[in-house]
């Protein structure tokens, strides 16, 4: 079930999800779990679109500059009940696929966006996928939308089941 604008206990709309399509090539077994970070992101086909004023989607963009000021908001798992923003953090690197940020992330951060704000719109650039140390400064890893994004809207037609999204 896909929960909306889930704080408190509650949502603002609730939706079974009809299908969830990963990456082709995500594979979560492996010896290295950097290389899976690429293709660590899916679409889920929801069973009814959401039609709320109080509910819009958020645009998706490519990759964000090295040294970009980017925000998470997450569910981590010490704040289950509500979303909240962490502290604005950086881009230290881009990698094909992958972006590699001074956010510290924590379990249940998984799958968060990472949004940056220009014009004063909020826009995801990519989702948590992991926690990770450079050296011993501690790091977030987050799968670009770009190109995996891109893979996944080819994939929607040929899935039975599946329907184009419209962002």
């Known amino acids: 079930t896909f929960l909306a604008g889930w704080r408190a206990g509650r949502a603002e709309a609730y939706r079974a999800v009809r299908q969830a399509l990963p990456h082709p090539e995500y594979e979560f077994v492996g010896a290295d779990r950097v290389a899976r970070v690429r293709h660590d992101i899916a679409l889920l086909e929801l069973s009814q679109p959401i039609r709320l004023s109080g509910v819009r989607p958020f645009e998706t963009e490519g990759q964000p500059k090295r040294g970009e000021a980017v925000g998470i908001v997450s569910y981590a798992h010490d704040r289950a009940e509500a979303p909240a923003i962490q502290e604005v953090c950086d881009v230290l690197g881009r990698q094909p696929g992958m972006l590699v940020l001074s956010c510290l992330v ?62």
């Not at 966006?113 to 140390?133: M, Q, Y």
Request: net charge neutral.
């Open 106 to 167: 924590d379990f249940g951060s998984s799958g968060a966006p990472i949004f940056v704000l220009r014009d004063g719109v909020a826009r995801i650039v990519s989702v948590v996928s992991a926690k990770a140390e450079m050296g011993s400064t501690p790091v977030a890893l987050g799968s670009t939308l770009g190109e995996a994004l891109d893979v996944l809207r080819a994939e929607v037609g040929r899935v039975p089941g599946v329907q184009a999204a419209q962002r």
